[in-house]
């Protein structure tokens, strides 16, 4: 599977920004699907992950109550909807499927990265 992030931008702390992942290939659907960031000088880090049928969903401490993980399986599509943004959310937000968790080594999928710069 092939996978494109959008949707970045610049945004003012407290503004909001939906990140889009769109995805080639047919099987989609049936990968678990992340989202991770990664500051300039710090390494990748984990923020969200849904599973294929969307039942099961996880967040970062950092992000919880702030971003929501979905995606749109007929679309082939998955989302991040991120609210309430602070200058340390700025990084560059990757989409991943075929891992299970936190750890992005077991993603065997990656889409290109989208740049969030938030602003204070």
């Known amino acids: 599977v092939q996978l494109q992030a959008s949707g970045g931008g610049l945004v003012q702390a407290g503004g909001s920004l939906r990140l889009s992942c769109a995805a080639s290939g047919r099987t989609f659907s049936t990968y678990n699907m992340g989202w991770f960031r990664q500051a300039p000088g710090k390494e990748r880090e984990f923020v969200a992950h849904v599973s294929w049928s969307r039942s099961i969903t996880d967040y970062a401490d950092s992000v919880k109550g702030r971003f929501t993980i979905s995606r749109d399986n007929a679309k082939n599509t998955g989302y991040l909807q991120m609210n309430s943004l602070k200058p340390e959310d700025t990084a560059v937000y990757f989409c991943?499927?075929?891992?299970?968790?936190?750890?992005?080594?077991?993603?065997?999928?990656w889409g290109q990265g989208t740049l969030v710069t938030v602003s204070s």
């Open positions: 991943a499927a075929g891992g299970r968790g936190r750890d992005p080594r077991d993603y065997g999928y």
